[in-house]
């Protein structure tokens, strides 16, 4: 008899983890497949701790009290949320970037001091946002002549919070060049704490807000030149990559790229107007 209430407390029956796999996918489009339940235990501990629940179940059975439903199911996107992110994560894309997709987006805009509007649409801890910023920033140290504002969204709150402060360990500058490190990142005074900081300047030209993109409509301008959207349509189902896709498409200005993740180079051929520029980059 102890046994089963010890099971019980820390794994899901069968029902519970449909039940959390359901919401999921009709929250944010992430499939969460009979392999992933062991994670998601291990995940859920913590909340199951924090809200004083006896178990896993006891806290499913619970979940979409009203009270308790939305507060939860921010936390409960942080927990599945796979935040798999680098700096100069696919080097290549902001090599295109910076010496093809900015020069022609330039000539396109057709005036000097044009501003041109970036989105890193997974922006996770904000790395693939602030990467963007850099290349940017230094192409117009560089002598070029235009304006810019980055902006990233996620759907975890939790990696917004990290975004927003831009402090990171100093192991993941490892992917940046040394005058980027110099240039872009203040030391913290504790070196025993071996944490750097995104400067202010590159802050305030990197902005965060949360967004879904299961949701019906964007909050975003609808002339964006580049949109980042890489290694998160894996996780959906090929119905919801495509219309994820078109949605996105829709927010970009003629001439305007759309870069994916190298696993995700097919999604093109379900959208009807975009054109392939390179295996993982688009063109509307």
Same mark, same amino acid.
């Given at each position: 008899?102890?046994?089963?209430?010890?099971?019980?407390?820390?794994?899901?029956?069968?029902?519970?983890?449909?039940?959390?796999?359901?919401?999921?996918?009709?929250?944010?489009?992430?499939?969460?497949?009979?392999?992933? $339940? !062991?994670?998601?235990? /291990?995940?859920?501990?913590?909340? &199951?701790? *924090?809200?004083?629940?006896?178990?896993?179940?006891?806290?499913?059975?619970?979940?979409?009290?009203?009270?308790?439903?939305?507060?939860?199911?921010?936390?409960?996107?942080?927990?599945?949320?796979?935040?798999?992110?680098?700096?100069?994560?696919?080097?290549?894309?902001?090599?295109?970037?910076?010496?093809?997709?900015?020069?022609?987006?330039?000539?396109?805009?057709?005036?000097?001091?044009?501003?041109?509007?970036?989105?890193?649409?997974?922006?996770?801890?904000?790395?693939?946002?602030?990467?963007?910023?850099?290349?940017?920033?230094?192409?117009?140290?560089?002598?070029?002549?235009?304006?810019?504002?980055?902006?990233?969204?996620?759907?975890?709150?939790?990696?917004? $919070? !990290?975004?927003?402060? /831009?402090?990171?360990?100093?192991? &993941?500058? *490892?992917?940046?060049?040394?005058?980027?490190?110099?240039?872009?990142?203040?030391?913290?005074?504790?070196?025993?704490?071996?944490?750097?900081?995104?400067?202010?300047?590159?802050?305030?030209?990197?902005?965060?807000?949360?967004?879904?993109?299961?949701?019906?409509?964007?909050?975003?301008?609808?002339?964006?030149?580049?949109?980042?959207?890489?290694?998160?349509?894996?996780?959906?189902?090929?119905?919801?990559?495509?219309?994820?896709?078109?949605?996105?498409?829709?927010?970009?200005?003629?001439?305007?790229?759309?870069?994916?993740?190298?696993?995700?180079?097919?999604?093109?051929?379900?959208?009807?107007?975009?054109?392939?520029?390179?295996?993982?980059?688009?063109?509307?």
């Amino acid at each position: 008899m102890m046994h089963a209430v010890q099971g019980s407390a820390v794994h899901l029956s069968d029902r519970h983890f449909r039940t959390i796999a359901e919401l999921i996918e009709g929250q944010v489009g992430i499939k969460l497949p009979p392999g992933k $339940r !062991l994670m998601l235990e /291990g995940r859920l501990h913590k909340r &199951v701790r *924090a809200l004083n629940y006896s178990g896993l179940n006891e806290y499913v059975d619970n979940l979409f009290e009203a009270d308790l439903f939305e507060s939860e199911l921010t936390h409960l996107i942080d927990v599945v949320t796979t935040n798999k992110t680098d700096f100069f994560r696919e080097p290549q894309h902001f090599s295109f970037m910076r010496d093809v997709a900015v020069p022609a987006l330039l000539k396109t805009h057709g005036r000097k001091n044009a501003k041109l509007k970036i989105w890193s649409a997974a922006s996770s801890t904000g790395m693939e946002a602030y990467t963007i910023t850099m290349v940017m920033d230094d192409m117009i140290r560089n002598g070029e002549k235009f304006q810019y504002r980055v902006l990233g969204t996620d759907v975890s709150t939790a990696v917004l $919070r !990290l975004a927003k402060a /831009g402090i990171y360990t100093r192991d &993941v500058l *490892a992917p940046v060049p040394d005058n980027f490190i110099k240039r872009y990142f203040l030391s913290s005074r504790d070196r025993m704490r071996g944490e750097v900081r995104v400067v202010p300047e590159l802050r305030r030209m990197t902005h965060f807000m949360r967004m879904n993109l299961m949701d019906a409509s964007y909050p975003v301008d609808r002339d964006v030149d580049i949109i980042f959207c890489r290694n998160v349509l894996i996780y959906f189902e090929r119905e919801t990559q495509r219309k994820v896709v078109q949605q996105l498409c829709t927010h970009l200005r003629p001439g305007g790229y759309l870069l994916v993740g190298h696993s995700e180079s097919m999604i093109h051929s379900a959208v009807p107007g975009l054109k392939q520029v390179q295996p993982t980059i688009f063109q509307v």
